[in-house]
């Protein structure tokens, strides 16, 4: 069965440093996403891109934050600037995007920033 | 802005019994719903999706019930079994972009 796959699993930081977090969504799909959770708290919309831009974003994806498709497959979420309260687990998710289709999520990626 | 609830934090069943998780939405204008399932150290795994053009949907033990009237949508799981251990999570969405995720549901399935 095709899933998302995201790498690295966990990440460890210091504050101030940049982290890339890499996805590869399911190959058919169109419309790419990332989520996070911060511990024991709600699933957050972060941001949706379609098309090679961002449809959607949240007020938390600020100017330090940034999502790009360098090639046909993977889908990378950029901080510049890493600060202590990025520390979350980030979910990486796509959907088919043949209109309001279930979105489908990796396994996350550990972001610990000290 | 949008706010998806739980009424309960955390649910113990005993194995073998139906599971109910119930969760509230507040924004009317969204109509598409779906529960997740939420294992330890993991992404959150589809379960069950529901259109607002419907009110009851069934799956394989499951079945999602969802009432417009009362903004209300519940998870109803048959024969809870001890890989049902999980935190369940209810989403809405109302535009094409974005779901709002809930607060989210422990089930504790008791052998």
């Not at chain 1, 930081?13 to 024991?40: A, D, K």
Request: aromatic letters at 12%.
């Amino acid at each position: 069965e095709p899933e998302v796959t995201q790498t690295p699993s966990h990440q460890v930081t210091q504050m101030g440093q940049e982290v890339i977090l890499r996805c590869v969504p399911i190959s058919n799909h169109l419309y790419f996403y990332w989520y996070r959770q911060i511990l024991g708290q709600k699933v957050e919309f972060l941001v949706s891109f379609y098309n090679n831009e961002i449809s959607e974003k949240s007020e938390i994806f600020d100017d330090q934050f940034s999502v790009e498709r360098p090639d046909g497959s993977n889908f990378t979420l950029k901080i510049r600037s890493t600060k202590l309260e990025d520390s979350a687990m980030y979910f990486c998710a796509s959907s088919s995007g043949t209109g309001k289709e279930k979105l489908f999520f990796g396994s996350g990626t550990q972001l610990s920033v000290l | 802005g949008e706010s998806v609830g739980l009424h309960l934090p955390t649910l113990s069943v005993q194995e073998g019994d139906n599971s109910i998780i119930n969760c509230a939405y507040s924004n009317s204008a969204s109509d598409y719903f779906i529960w997740y399932k939420q294992e330890s150290g993991k992404g959150p795994q589809f379960i069950i999706d529901i259109r607002s053009n419907m009110d009851k949907r069934q799956g394989q033990r499951v079945t999602v019930l969802l009432n417009k009237t009362v903004k209300h949508l519940s998870l109803q799981i048959a024969a809870t079994q001890p890989g049902d251990s999980a935190v369940y999570f209810c989403a809405e969405n109302n535009n094409f972009n974005k779901f709002y995720f809930g607060s989210g549901t422990k089930l504790n399935v008791k052998p």
